[in-house]
């Protein structure tokens, strides 16, 4: 069974516990949000796994987090530019990337942490990779 409330998703799983995750159309849009404001509005691709936030940062970039909650990971494919986010005066490369992914906590909705990257991240070790495009 699932109920949409708000931003978060409650189902009960087959054991009766209660499992929580934002819905996917809340998902789709703050990737969609979030790749217009690096320049790329129009990201393709765009997919989803559940896991834990330790696990997805690890996956992701390497880096160890503090907490590790329940999060949903997004990741999209396209042609993205943070270069103007950095601090005023920002010398050196370009921060580009093809794929953009979000860590998204499953009890908030809230965006924990954002990357990018050249290569494609394998989102399969975390879980079950589900498509956000429709």
Do not use: C
Request: net charge negative; glycine share 12%; proline share 6%.
């Amino acid at each position: 069974m699932l109920v949409i409330a708000g931003v978060v998703a409650f189902g009960v799983s087959s054991d009766g516990h209660a499992e929580s995750a934002v819905a996917a159309s809340i998902l789709k849009s703050k990737m969609l949000d979030v790749s217009a404001v690096l320049g790329d509005p129009t990201a393709t691709s765009v997919v989803y796994v559940q896991t834990r936030r330790k696990a997805a940062n690890v996956a992701l970039s390497g880096d160890v987090v503090g907490t590790d909650q329940r999060v949903d990971v997004i990741l999209a494919t396209g042609n993205f530019d943070a270069s103007a986010w950095g601090p005023p005066g920002r010398k050196g490369p370009p921060i580009e990337g093809k794929f953009l992914s979000l860590v998204i906590d499953d009890a908030t909705g809230g965006i924990l942490d954002t990357g990018l990257s050249k290569s494609k991240p394998d989102l399969s070790q975390l879980g079950p990779v589900q498509p956000l495009d429709r």
